[in-house]
């Protein structure tokens, strides 16, 4: 929707990461613009990271992401620092030990624990109802 004055209407976004990355490491790029796109226009934006797209928590894995856009490129690691700043961010501890291994407290993640809000599939379907846009990647 557009204002009179011009401005879009701000909207609620989820965005959720489930897809294993590595199967299609372009997708997980694309999704990661988007949410920092969604961010950059103004919509409230809420992330959730699970099964294998918690990979998306590993600063390393970030980092390989980068190399696909070019050896000099931090396009990636910029798009999740505009996502950890400005989203809210929500992920399954499950998701992460299965994934990469890592339990809460490590300090393992790209993101501190505490800047997490930790659910699972009860957190996922009310995202999903109370959101008005999703994407999912």
């Not at 920092?36 to 934006?45: L, R």
């Not at 993101?111 to 999903?128: F, H, Q, R």
Request: hydrophobic share 45%; proline share 3%.
């Amino acid at each position: 929707e557009i204002l009179d004055c011009g401005k879009i209407m701000s909207k609620s976004v989820f965005v959720k990461f489930v897809s294993e990355p590595k199967n299609d490491p372009i997708k997980s790029i694309v999704g990661i613009a988007c949410a920092a796109q969604a961010i950059t226009d103004g919509h409230d934006v809420k992330v959730f990271f699970a099964a294998a797209g918690t990979r998306l928590l590993d600063q390393g894995y970030i980092e390989e992401l980068d190399l696909e856009m070019g050896a000099d490129s931090m396009m990636v690691s910029n798009f999740m620092q505009l996502i950890i700043d400005n989203a809210t961010l929500y992920c399954s501890w499950a998701s992460v030990k299965a994934t990469l291994g890592h339990v809460e407290g490590d300090g393992a993640l790209i993101v501190a624990d505490d800047k997490i809000k930790w659910s699972g599939p009860p957190g996922v379907i009310a995202l999903a109802t109370d959101s008005e846009v999703q994407l999912t990647y």
